[in-house]
């Protein structure tokens, strides 16, 4: 069963803040929340990843609900290079540390 | 560019060949993965090996052979595939130690197998 659930397909405007959800309702208290991005043709990228507080980096900020049930990635100037797909991932640490990808959301960049 | 170089880009075999799929990262990362992607759908993992030890095998077929001669090198060994198994073929590394087992992964650019 997937953990997550995001929206299959979102538009953003080029400079406008690209706004992500993500739904984890089932988050236990040692997962953390990530982020990644595939752009066409490449392997998926690491955006970001955070377990209880807000986190900003270069790249995005992350957004976590305070009962962590939902979150967003926000990318504050889209970009056309921005355009992929974005996988929000749940998954705790350990020995056997793993990623599982859910379907994505395909974030199009427009001009 | 990516720090986790795949090669080769893209592979053609038949179905009674035998190929081999190599990663190789450079960044002292322990931890290292095969995942599978198949065209629109996710990465799906098939492989984790931990301080040059196989510790997850998603119940890959036997025709998937890993290998992980050191902690730099990943192999993928592909004997008798089928059309099916088509996919891009991604390596990832993460650094698999201590507190840094959430760490991000990096994943290279992928191999892309056509079996005909």
């Known amino acids: 069963d997937a953990k997550t659930t995001q929206p299959t397909s979102m538009d953003c405007a080029e400079g406008r803040a690209a706004n992500l959800p993500c739904n984890h309702s089932?988050?236990?208290?040692?997962?953390?929340v990530y982020w990644y991005r595939q752009i066409h043709s490449q392997g998926p990228q690491y955006i970001i990843h955070?377990?209880?507080n807000n986190e900003t980096n270069e790249m995005a900020s992350l957004i976590i609900t305070e009962d962590r049930k939902s979150s967003t990635l926000i990318l504050p100037h889209a970009t056309l290079r921005d355009t992929a797909v974005y996988y929000c991932?749940?998954?705790?640490?350990?020995?056997?540390?793993?990623?599982?990808f859910g379907k994505g959301t395909l974030l199009t960049v427009n001009p | 560019d990516t720090e986790v170089t795949q090669t080769p880009k893209h592979l053609v075999m038949g179905m009674t060949n035998k190929k081999s799929l190599k990663c190789e990262q450079h960044?002292?990362?322990?931890?290292m993965y095969w995942y599978k992607q198949k065209a629109k759908k996710p990465p799906e993992l098939m492989f984790v090996?931990?301080?040059?030890?196989?510790?997850i095998n998603e119940s890959v077929p036997s025709r998937f052979s890993p290998e992980c001669p050191n902690s730099s090198l990943l192999n993928l060994h592909l004997h008798a595939l089928q059309p099916e198994d088509s996919a891009l073929y991604l390596c990832?590394?993460?650094?698999?130690?201590?507190?840094?087992?959430?760490?991000?992964?990096?994943f290279g650019n992928g191999t892309r197998l056509t079996v005909t």
């Open positions: 955070g377990l209880k």
């Open positions: 960044m002292g990362h322990r931890a």
């Open positions: 991932i749940v998954e705790s640490g350990g020995s056997n540390y793993k990623l599982t």
């Open positions: 090996y931990s301080y040059e030890k196989l510790s």
């Open positions: 990832a590394s993460s650094p698999g130690t201590g507190s840094s087992y959430n760490s991000p992964l990096h």
């Open positions: 089932t988050i236990s208290g040692n997962e953390y």
